[in-house]
Every structure is written in C-alpha cells, then in structure tokens.
C-alpha cells in the first residue's frame, strides 16, 4: 500500500514537471509534438509515377513526386527570397504558429524567377495530363517558408475547418535546396491509412511534393545550423471557389487569387 502510493505520488510529481516544462517552453518544448522529433519519423516515400503520386494526394492528402524543377531555377528563386525579405513590409508576413521567431511565411511577388518557376511546374503537369494543371483554378497563395536554426516545431493544424475533399485546396512545395529528416521537413499526418501515422516530407532540390488544407501537418523543427527554404504556391480549384483559410498568403495587389490560365 505504501509503495503504490509513493509510486503514484513520483508519476504526479513527473506529470506536474512535463506541464511546467511545456508551458515555460523549456527542455521538452511543446512536448510531445512530431513536428519537433521529425528525425524520428519515417520519410514519405515517392513512387516514380506522377499520376500515382497524384492519386495519392486526393486520396491521402499528401504526396511527394509531384514534379522536378531545375537546380539553377530553385538558386535563382532562393537569391530573390533573401533579397525580398531585406524589403519586405511586415504586412507582408504571414501568421504561421512563429513561437520562437525563427520561422516565417513572406509572400512572394510572381515575378522573375518565381514567375518562372511557377510557369515551369504548370507547364509539367498540362504537358502529362495531370489534373493538378486546371486553367479554371485559382493560384491563392504564392509565399516562401524560411526556418532558422534551432527553430522549434510548429503547432500541428489544418489549414482550414471547411468540409471539402483533399482536391479541393491544394498546397505545393518546392525544395529550394536538400531537405532532409533534420531540416525542418513538414510532417504530415496521411488520411485514409489502415493505421494513422505521421511521416517526414524529405527530398532533393526540385522536388515537388503536395498537401492539402484539410490534412493534419506542421513544420519540423529545425535541428542544423543552416536556414531552410521552401517556396510554395496554394491552389484552389473548381468547382470550389473560396476557402476560409485564415487569411491568404498573397501580396493584396493579387487580391483574391490568380488564375491558372493566366500563367500557362
């Protein structure tokens, strides 16, 4: 009897140190969110075939595979987001769970690089009859995610609480260099699973991979000691013609979005 309760006076006292710890945001911070133990997590993996990884997006609400861009297009975008967050307003920022202010969401203005970039992904995807071109959508977020070393994991979230399918709202990143496990990846929670688990975003510069505003995920924490970028556009299709996600991630001279047709 003595022993039990010594026992559960020790897993109290335990308990009452995890929540002071959690809400002074020290030693274990926001324990025990993936997004800080992403290395822990296995990668998602890409199959070879587009329009498998494409299924996979409706489907799951997350896919790797989803395109390759050239290495010296994603330097010349990575060279304009450092040079416009030096200019940038902080209207100009978005809201994104920034605890520790090491990470940030900076709408990005289409134009040079990031134009072509963006040009380039379509044309890939109309080219292979992949439905993810639609000149009837709506580009609705055209932004760069930028985390610093030693920042920590961001809050997991959906990106909207509207009742619509994976294809509906669509976001894609593209690496701007390497990403892997430490990197701050994105974790996200896949949909439809026999058994619900978390995995990694990892990949090369290029890659192309997708979510939805309806799956479960969040930013890694970043574990390196270099900065990690990812430029990524969110599109909105038909016959969906808005989406309450807070608040767009697109500089107000878009106003409410752009339409694919007017790109490619």
């Known amino acids: 009897m003595i022993m039990y309760k ?8 335990v308990l009452l140190l995890l929540v002071y710890c959690v809400v002074k945001g020290s030693g274990i911070k926001y324990f025990p969110v993936p997004t800080n133990y992403t290395y822990c997590l296995p990668s998602l993996s890409c199959n070879k075939d587009i329009q498998y990884n494409k299924k996979r997006l409706y489907k799951q609400g997350a896919a790797c595979g989803l395109g390759k861009l050239s290495s010296s297009l994603c330097d010349k975008v990575k060279k304009e987001i450092i ?12 809201d994104i769970n920034n605890y520790d202010n090491k990470r940030f969401d900076i709408f990005m203005p289409l134009k040079g690089a990031t134009l072509e970039l963006v040009k380039q992904l379509l044309i890939t995807w ?14 609705i977020e055209v932004s760069a995610l930028i985390t610093y070393p030693g920042a920590i994991g961001q809050k997991i979230h959906v990106d909207t609480s509207d009742k619509i399918r994976h294809k509906d709202v669509l976001s894609f990143g593209i690496f701007l260099h390497d990403v892997d496990k430490n990197l701050a990846p994105l974790a996200v929670r896949l949909d439809n699973n026999w058994i619900p688990w978390w995995y990694s975003i990892t990949g ?4 192309v991979y997708g979510w939805s505003a309806v799956v479960e995920h969040g930013g890694g924490a970043n574990h390196t000691r270099d900065t990690r970028y990812v430029f990524y556009i969110t599109i909105l299709y038909p016959p969906l013609k808005k989406v309450d996600v807070g608040g767009y991630s697109l500089l107000p001279i878009y106003n409410n979005g752009i339409r694919v047709k007017d790109i490619v």
């Open 126 to 139: 109309k080219e292979k009859g992949i439905s993810l071109y639609n000149p009837n959508a709506s580009i």
């Open 204 to 207: 090369k510069k290029g890659n």
């Open 6 to 13: 010594k026992i559960s006076i020790f897993i109290i006292i």
């Open 83 to 94: 040079e416009w967050k030096d200019t940038a307003h902080k209207s100009m920022y978005g």
